[in-house]
Structures are given as C-alpha cells and as structure tokens.
C-alpha cells in the first residue's frame, strides 16, 4: 500500500523518473554544429569556404624582352633581301658585248718613196703590156679554128704568157704607189684574166678585152704625167 500519493509513471519535473520505471534510452546528441536552443556552432565537416572575391591579379610580364623581338625581325628582313638580291642576279641578262671598231690610218710615205713606186709600176706595166700583146697575136689569128693545132698552140703559149705576167705585174705595184697609176694596172689585171678564161672556154673575148685596154691607157696616161 502508499502512503496516500500515486505512484508517477513517468519521470518527474526534475528529470529523475521513478524507481519502478523501466530505464529510458539516453538522447542522441544534437547534430553537429547546431546547440539546442541555440545559434550555429561548430561548422559542419563538408563546409568550405568560397574563394576570395578580391580585385584581380595583373598577368604575368613577358618574359621575352622587346629588343629580342627587333633583332629577330631584323634577321628576317635581311634574309629575304638576300633571297631576292641572289634572284635578281641570277636573272640579270648579261650585258651586251662592247664592239670597238678601230680604223687604222693611212699610212704615209715620203716623196722618195712615192717617186720610187711610181717608177717601179709603169716601168713592169710597160715590161708586161708588150709581153701580153705578143702573145696575143698569134692566137687572135686563129681564132676562126679553134679546133686547129695552130689555136691550141697559141692558147697554151697565152696561158703560161698571161698567168706568169699577171702576177709578175701584181707584185711590182708598192704599197706607195699612187693610186691613179695602181687602181688601173689592177683593173688591167682582172680585165686581162678575164680575156684568158674567154679563150680558154672557148666565150667571146670582146668585152673584157676593151676593158683592160681601157684601164691600160688610164694607167699609161698617169705615168707620163
């Protein structure tokens, strides 16, 4: 029996429960960070903080300094004209040849000497006229008959006549010599070489026959002046 009280079932105001109360299972303790009946207190494990928002930091300078740049577009621009000076060289045509035309002068010889040529030509042009003339003679003669013993005779006797005066003639007209006596003895020799090659073919003798009688009196008319 009590003592007149009922006996609590429960735990009292105090917080101390009865005797015969079966024992209550302790709390869990408050989570982390949060104090009952209080504000935050520790932070939670996964907390963390955002990043600093202050002002931004200036990029790292250039390492590669500003003269270096210059130098190196320098080298570059010298390379290139380098490059296009060798082109240009190798495709430069080359220049054209210089052509020095050098006229020499006449050569100049004293009165003796032109004196002594003179004398020289008209005395061989005399020497080979007459010579010429007495070959020619027996030959204009048989002309008719070519073909007769007589006229081979006579050519062959002109050959030899012709070709040894001609050149007898041609080798006594000197350098010094004035040319109105050793331009017609040259135009006799042509004409006379000329008469030769007629006979000799067999061709009319005519025309370059006058031809070196012409040239002869020109050369015959100088000599007595």
């Known amino acids: 029996m009590s003592d007149g009280t009922s006996p609590q079932l429960g735990p009292t105001a105090t917080g101390t429960g009865s005797p015969w109360a079966p024992a209550r299972a302790p709390e869990p303790p408050p989570a982390s960070g949060v104090v009952p009946g209080g504000s935050t207190g520790v932070l939670p494990p996964d907390y963390a903080p955002f990043p600093s928002a202050g002002p931004p930091t200036a990029p790292p300078p250039d390492p590669t300094p500003k003269a270096v740049w210059l ?18 060289a190798w495709t430069r045509p080359e220049p054209a040849p210089v052509t020095t035309t050098v006229t ?4 100049s010889y004293s009165d ?15 020497s080979v006229v007459a010579a010429v003339y007495e070959a020619s003679v027996p030959l204009v003669a048989a002309l008719p008959n070519r073909e007769s013993p007589e006229y081979q005779a006579a050519l062959a006797n002109e050959q030899a006549v012709v ?17 109105d006596i050793a331009d017609p003895l040259t135009a006799y020799i ?10 000799t073919s067999g061709q009319d003798r005519n025309l370059p026959a006058e031809q070196g009688q012409t040239a002869m009196d020109k050369a015959h008319a100088a000599c007595k002046r």
């Open 71 to 88: 130098l190196s577009g320098a080298a570059v621009v010298l390379a290139v004209a380098a490059v296009v000076m060798s082109a240009l």
């Open 104 to 107: 020499p002068s006449a050569p």
């Open 112 to 126: 003796a000497e032109i004196s002594a040529a003179r004398d020289e030509a008209c005395a061989a042009a005399k």
């Open 163 to 179: 070709l040894v005066e001609m050149e007898y003639l041609r080798l006594h007209i000197p350098p010094a010599t004035p040319r």
């Open 190 to 199: 042509n004409a006379t070489l000329a008469v030769l090659a007629a006979d």
